[in-house]
């Protein structure tokens, strides 16, 4: 048990690194994105629409939202100072 605590932990610090701190803008981001999935899902049920390819295409979307957020990051800890490219993304 405690090992995969250790996993977690560094998993968690790992993603803390690539993401930047975490801020109003990002908890709004992760809100959004949470309601979009919900409402996705509502929707398919709603409509007999319901897909599993449908729901992974939109779960790779959100996940390349955060991929944009960690290169905006990584672009700011190389030009130092204030964090331009992360604001703008998040």
């Known amino acids: 048990m405690e090992k995969l605590a250790w996993?977690?932990?560094?998993t968690l610090t790992g993603l803390t690194w690539l993401i930047g701190d975490w801020n109003?803008?990002?908890?709004?981001?992760?809100v959004f994105m949470t309601l979009d999935f919900i409402t996705g899902i509502i929707k398919g049920f709603m409509t007999n629409t319901v897909s599993s390819n449908t729901g992974f295409k939109g779960v790779m979307k959100k996940c390349m939202y955060f991929v944009a957020l960690?290169?905006?990051?990584?672009?700011?800890l190389l030009i130092g100072g204030v964090?331009?490219?992360?604001t703008?993304?998040?």
């Open 24 to 30: 109003v803008s990002l908890s709004i981001l992760v």
């Open 7 to 10: 996993i977690w932990t560094l």
């Open 88 to 90: 703008i993304v998040a």
């Open 83 to 86: 964090p331009v490219f992360r």
């Open 70 to 76: 960690i290169v905006a990051n990584m672009l700011d």
